[in-house]
Structure formats: structure tokens, C-alpha cells
């Protein structure tokens, strides 16, 4: 009985012992057989049983294994690398390893950090390690796939490979590196996107040309490596609209153009990085066939385009119109080398191809242009839709390529900032986004289409530097430009001949403000220095945002035009002047100019008031006499001002003349006969043409307590009126303006001294209509009423 006991524990034991793992220690030399037990150990015996079984875990930890695999098939419960070893594994021949753990501890495959595990072949023969149904696996080292230099068959030589359908639990876990070289292949079928991850941190490497990467989920932080490409780069394996960590090209044995042809929707995650193509085109966004799909990819880190590359986003397949789009979330950053947004071989495009950036663009060598001539308004972009303002630093200056069809587009409200002088074929803002900071840099438009210039508004304009634009046609260029404010300026050439030229805003006065005839005055809160580089004679139009400082009623602006020493009109015989001349709106336009420098606007003296009267004042001085004062313009040419009195404020006769005197402003007359009663005067005024012009009515009280109102300008209001009020002494006036219902709208309360003097009221927040205004005294005698609208 007890022997029968005895049996039966040993019996269990041995089921026991064989139903788990049996570890196997590589301890033989290089390029020792795996099929050999003497170059395996249990730990403590060498000579042991080769691992091939479904139990058996091929460990390497040791010195620096390199072993042959002389078995067609090899079954594994696992195999491990570990302690910072490097494992090599080779077969000359048809070999595969099968591995079936399932996870910790017994993964099918683990290499640990450090550690390194090469498969390679020594011949054009396939040799695999399989991943069984719900394998797992782990790897922290490194995962490296070579072959012979012999082998050219890429379908042959070392591999991995999963399950081919979905709905297991395989799960192989990188946060180390898998590296494909020379004759490495991956055997991953398109379900392997739900078996294969690369954590964070982790990076699969193309080291061979061709080939493609796995269907792998990705983490941000991982990164595809591409480095072996020659004539074909490795595609970029996954469904539409799927998303990658960051993407690595850097192949200095490239040999030719490659059609990459990224996955339609592509998103990389981190960064996009094209360190080095040999000089050769690399074309992103390739299309084999016509089908209209948009090839659209976003790159929500850094692009960079390195030295000795080349890079072509859109479709050069002549046969394949696509529309294609790179978004750029981070910087735009070409350190050499070339980018083209299209290839040469796309003459007749229809369907755009744009690049998006949100952070900076920036270029410190190479060009940066469009390969493509075809034509076309909407083809070629680069859009800069940043949240912050964005830095534009190009050193070779220009995006445009030679039909000058390429587009800077800025759709930043917080706008973009210009640290070099830059050239594109067109202009253009989207919503009136953005302000275009230039730093005393140009920015220059080459398209001669007058429309390559659009979307310019109050947040989209060029400030702080001269707009550029080449013209062919004989009719109006814009130029976006302004200061604090949009101050645009429109250029029309004479004629068709190629020119070209350029403006610039200034938001102050010009260091001169001398006139000649017939200017007096010219703005002194801005101008533009506009200039003609080449080409045709032209006009030049400005537009007001604000009244001339210092321009009166009876004025004319017009285009004031310096020649180098004083400001002198512009209009000659064929331009526009504006009236009244202190408008707050409108344009005005030169003729046309064979000489150009800076413009403003400049004030012309008003037709038919040769002496414009400023202010005309009396107050009494005793009983018996009264003193009137005026002045004028500077630009009045006077002759003599002949002096008007009535007693009724109806017949006027003349008591005295004061002659002018040149550059004279100020004039002053008493009269010693004041009359008892109320007396009005008048002033006739003559110019040296003998144009004769009257003034208002001045009122004087004689002994008599009594006020009056004698005038008001302008009874058409805009924001501001004034009114002339004659006093016998000193009093407290309330001034009421009352609606068409006679109700109180708006009062102001004035100290009125002896004589007449000019009050001025503020209508600006009085809404538009027709009013009338009434002074009230004190002790609640009323003046005469004036009617007047506001506009």
C-alpha cells in the first residue's frame, strides 16, 4: 500500500514538473546550434534538453549570445533578454520560432531595458517569430530585424508576425525600439492594429529601403523612424483618419523622387521631421489615380525640413487632381533645403493645396516655393491661422513661385508679425483677421492681378511697413497699409505697361510742413510715402478718416504731393479735391504722376470766400464808443475790411475802413460815436481781386440791458455748432435745445461777459432730427431762437 502511494505522489510530481515552465539558459559559443543541449543549461546542469516545446523559456543573460537556428519549428512558452545583453539569432535556412505566453511572467517575448535582441538571416530565406493566439509580449531593449546583403527577395528574410484576424488577446507592448535593417520585414496583418502598441517613448525604426510599418496603435510620444529609404520609403500602414506619434524621414541614401503618400487624415501627434532626402523629392501627398479625395494630414507639434532635403506636399501625379493640406500646430521650421507645395508636373490644377500654421514660420536656409505653374487664385497657400501672433522669418524672402500664384493668407486675429522682407504671389485675409506687424520690412504681392490683394479691413492691414504690388493694368491697386488704424491708399496706373510700386503708412506728421501755392496747410496727424519703383506714370488716391487739423467749411482738400521741399497740390488738371474742407469723409485724387514721394492731404484755400473771418467780436468800452476785433485765415488775401453800423440791425452805412497788411491776421477797429440805441455792425471784406464778402452781425448794447444770439454755424450739424451772443453785461445764460414737441433735449449753462463773444456747444450725442435752440437769463428774459438739424 505504501508503495502504491509512493508511485502515485511521484506520478503527480512529474505531472506537476512538466506542466510548468522549464526555463533554459543559453551558455554556448558563437554561432553555437540551438538544436545542440550542450549550449543550453537548467540553471545548474549543462547538456539539458533543447528548449522546443510549449513549456521551455529560452533565456539569454549571459556574455554575448549569437545562435543558429538550425530547427525549421521552434515552440516557446517564452523567450527572454535580459541583464544589458544582446542576443543575436540567425538562420540559414526556413525557420520559425512560435511563442504562446500570455502574459507576466510569462510573456512570449521579453527583452528588458537594455537589452538587446537581433533576428537576421544568412540567406534569401524567411525566418519569423509568430506570435500564437492570445500571445503577449513586452519590450523595454531592443527589437532588431537584419539580413544577409545578399538577400533580395524582401518578402524573404527575419520577420514577426501576429495573428492574422482580429478577436484574440495578443497584445505586443513596445516601450523600447523595434529597428528594421537591411532584409528586415514585419509580417503584420491589418488587424494587428488592435494587437501591436507603441507606448511612450518608444520608436519603430525603417532601416531598409521600402517595406511599411505595422498597423500599430501609437502614443503620442512614439516615434516611426524612417532611415534606409533609397527608391521607395517606407508607407505609413493604417486606415484613413488615424493618428501617429512623430514621424522621422532621414534617408541620405535616397537615389530618386519618392511618392510617399501618406494616409489620407493622417494626424501625427508629436512632431514631422525631415532631416535628409540626398537632395531628392519627397511628395507627402501622393495620389495614384484621379479621385478627388482631399489628402489632408495634421501635425499637431513641430514640421521641420532639415539640409539636403526635398519636400513636395502636393500630388505631382499628373493624372490626379487632389486637393491636399498640411496643419501645423506647433512651428514651421526649415533649416535648409527645399519645400515645394506642388510638384512640377501639375500644369492645370483645379483643386487647392494649402499649408496651416499655427506657430511660427520660420526659415534660416533654403527656398521655400511651389514647383507647379498652374494658375489660379485659390491654388497655392500658406495660411497662418496661429492664436497668438505669429513670427514670420524667411531668409530666401519669398514663398512665390514663378506664376506668382502662391498665397499668404492670414486668418489670426491676433495677427502675425514680419521679421523679414517677404514676397507672394497673393494677399489675402479671411474675416478681416489680423495685422501684419512689419518692422520696416516689405511685403511684397507679385501677382499683377488688381484683385491678388483681398479681405483688407479695421483688423487686417500691413502696419509698420511698405506693401509692395506689380500692376500690368490701367486700373485701381489697393494697398493695405495703415498705422494705429487701417489707412489704405489706391495707386491706379496710366497704363498696361508692367510697374511697380510701393506705400507705406505714417501716423504722425511729416518732418516739413512747409506749402506752396495754393496749399496753406497740409495734415499734420499723417501721410504716406508712396514710390514707383518702375513702369508706368499714375494717380494717387487718398481717403479721409477725420477732418483735416485746422481746415475750415469754405476749404478744399486735396492730394498734397512733397517735392522735396515743400508740400505742393497734386490735383493739376485732371485730379479731385473735396468740399467742405473739413469733411470728415471721403477721397480725393491726384493726377497722374511721373514723380512720387510722400502724400498727405493738403488744404487749398475755399472759392468763392478769398478772406475767411475766424472770429469777429465787439464789446463796448464807455457810453460813447465800442471796440470791434477780427482775425482771418492765413490764407485769406485781404485788401481792406470796410466797417458797417446800423441802429436797427437792417440799414447799414459805412463809419471806417482798415486796410490790410501782409501776413497781417488780426484786425482791430473803435468806433467813438456809439450810438445811444442798440448797435449792429458788419464787416464788408475785400480781397486784392476785388471780391467782396460780408461777415456776420456783431451786436453792442448801449445803455440798455439786452442779449442776443447773432448767429449759429453750422445750423447743419454733425457733432459741434457755435453760436455768437452779444451781451450788455454780465450775466448767466442757460441755452436749451428743444425737439420739433417742444420738449428739453440737452442744456449747457455759459457765463456771458459785456460784448460778444462765441460759445460753443457739443451736439455729438444728440440724435439726428430738427431742433431749436433758446437762451433763458437769469432773471427769465429769453433771446431769439435759432433752427438748426442734426445729422
Known sequence: MKKLYMLTLACTLCCIATSHAQSRYWIGPAN??????????????????VPNGGTYVAIFETGAPVVNVDITSISLLSMIVRNGVTAKIYSSSSATITATGTGSPDYALLIETGSRLEDSVSADVPFNFAFANNARAWIDGTWYFGGHNSVVNTSNGPRFSLPVTSGFGNRVDVSGSIIIGNKGWIEAANSSLNYLFFNAGSELRIARDGLSTPRATWNATSTIRITGAVTGAAAINGPNNFSIGNLIFDCP?????????????????????????????????YAFAVSGAALDYLVNGFFQIGSNSWVTLGNNNAL??????????????????????????????????????KG????????????????GANLFVVELNGDNPQNVDIVSNTIDNSTNQVKLRLNNVNGAILLKPLSAGRLEWTGSNGIITANGNDLTVNNPDAGSVSGAGSNAFVAGGAVVRKTASNVAYSFPVGGTAYRPCVVTPEDATASEYSARYYPTSYSSTATSTPLYKVSTSEYWNI?????????????LAAAVPGAFGPDKVVVAHFNGASWESAKGATGTELTPGNTPTGSVTSEVLSSFSPFTFG???????????????????????AKLDWTITASSNPDRFEILRSEDGTSFHQIGTVRAAAQQLAFSFVDEQLPKKTAYYQLRMIDQQGVVNMSKIVTIFSNAEGWVINSMMPTLVTSQAKLNISASSRANIRLAVTDMYG?????????LSA?????????????AGAYQITGYLDNGQKTGSFRFIKQ
Open 32 to 49: 553555437g546550434n540551438w538544436s545542440n543541449p550542450a549550449n543550453w543549461s537548467d540553471g545548474s546542469v549543462s547538456g539539458v534538453s
Open 320 to 357: 490626379a487632381d487632389n486637393s491636399s493640406s498640411l496643419q501645423v500646430n506647433g512651428n514651421f521650421i526649415q533649416s535648409g533645403g527645399r519645400f515645394d507645395l506642388r510638384g512640377s508636373a501639375i500644369t492645370a490644377a483645379t483643386r487647392p493645396t494649402v499649408v496651416k500654421i
Open 531 to 543: 514710390s514707383k519703383a518702375s513702369g508706368s506714370n499714375a494717380a494717387v488716391t487718398l481717403s
Open 755 to 767: 460784448g460778444s463773444q462765441d460759445v460753443w456747444l457739443n451736439f455729438s450725442k444728440l440724435p
Open 603 to 625: 488744404v487749398v484755400p475755399g472759392s468763392p470766400l478769398p478772406v475767411y473771418l475766424v472770429a469777429f467780436n465787439g464789446k463796448k468800452l464807455t457810453n460813447t464808443s
Open 743 to 751: 420738449r428739453i433735449i440737452h442744456q449747457q449753462q455759459t457765463a
Open 253 to 285: 541614401g535616397m537615389s530618386n523622387e519618392i511618392n510617399w503618400g501618406l494616409p489620407i487624415g493622417m494626424t501625427i501627434a508629436g512632431n514631422f521631421q525631415v532631416l535628409n532626402t540626398n537632395n531628392n523629392n519627397l511628395i507627402l501627398a
Open 360 to 375: 511660427s514660420f520660420t526659415q534660416t536656409s533654403g527656398t521655400f516655393g511651389c514647383a507647379s505653374t498652374a494658375t
